[in-house]
T-cell receptor
Framework: DADVTQTPRNRITKTGKRIMLECSQT?????MYWYRQDPGLGLRLIYY???????NKGEISDGYSVSRQAQAKFSLSLESAIPNQTALYFC?????????????FGPGTRLTVL | AQSVTQPDIHITVSEGASLELRCNYS??????LFWYVQSPGQGLQLLLK??????LVQGIKGFEAEFKRSQSSFNLRKPSVHWSDAAEYFC???????????FGAGTTVTVRA
């Protein structure tokens, strides 16, 4: 089984709808991240969490919210989706014990907002 | 502020030819550097990483990268490309005390027969 899983893998929705993307990990890592990928822009950080009670905004958090339900689960919500949130979304984890910022990525969720 | 520049948006290479992807970074302290690959429809897979020590780093799938501090570069190379190397490649920089990685915009590699 994959260490970092994301559901759904693909989603098409309409403007104004509420959407939740889910991420689960079996790596036992405390730190979890949500990124979005857009062509020509690479990956940009939306939110990150150091543990269940520590959640922080990233570079582009407007229009998004997150929930860390447990160490292993980190969900991203779009309260009212808009077309420019069409992107590929990645969840990642990091083991701070390594002393380096190596991150492990899920397979991604491709979201299309019509 | 930390940043990564990948000057080449798209590279086309013949199968069996060598490949070099450029990465330049800006970072205020000792950088930790990474190359990730994203195959079509797939997530990001770590190819290799540099933390310290030998500046020539070996990775998976026959890739290597060289860290040059004086040039703020971490270029990725492969001596002989296979059709399965067609993908998008991302360079990233971070540090031990950073909360995030900073990614370049990516380089798309097309392999022609």
């Amino acid at each position: 089984d994959a260490d970092v899983t994301q559901t759904p893998r693909n989603r098409i929705t309409k403007t104004g709808k509420r959407i939740m993307l889910e991420c689960s990990q079996t790596k036992g890592h405390d730190r979890m991240y949500w990124y979005r990928q857009d062509p020509g822009l690479g990956l940009r950080l939306i939110y990150y969490s150091f543990d269940v009670k520590d959640i922080n905004k990233g570079e582009i958090s407007d229009g998004y919210s997150v929930s860390r339900q447990a160490q292993a689960k980190f969900s991203l919500s779009l309260e009212s989706a808009i077309p420019n949130q069409t992107a590929l979304y990645f969840c990642a984890t990091r083991d701070p014990g390594t002393g380096a910022n190596e991150q492990f990525f899920g397979p991604g969720t491709r979201l299309t907002v019509l | 502020a930390q940043s990564v520049t990948q000057p080449d948006i798209h590279i086309t290479v013949s199968e069996g030819a060598s490949l070099e992807l450029r990465c330049n970074y800006s970072y205020g302290a000792t950088p930790y550097l990474f190359w990730y690959v994203q195959s079509p429809g797939q997530g990001l897979q770590l190819l290799l990483k540099y933390f310290s020590g030998d500046t020539l780093v070996q990775g998976i799938k026959g890739f290597e990268a060289e860290f040059k501090r004086s040039q703020s570069s971490f270029n990725l190379r492969k001596p002989s490309v296979h059709w399965s190397d067609a993908a998008e490649y991302f360079c990233a920089v971070g540090g031990s005390n950073d909360y995030k990685l900073s990614f370049g915009a990516g380089t798309t590699v097309t392999v022609r027969a």
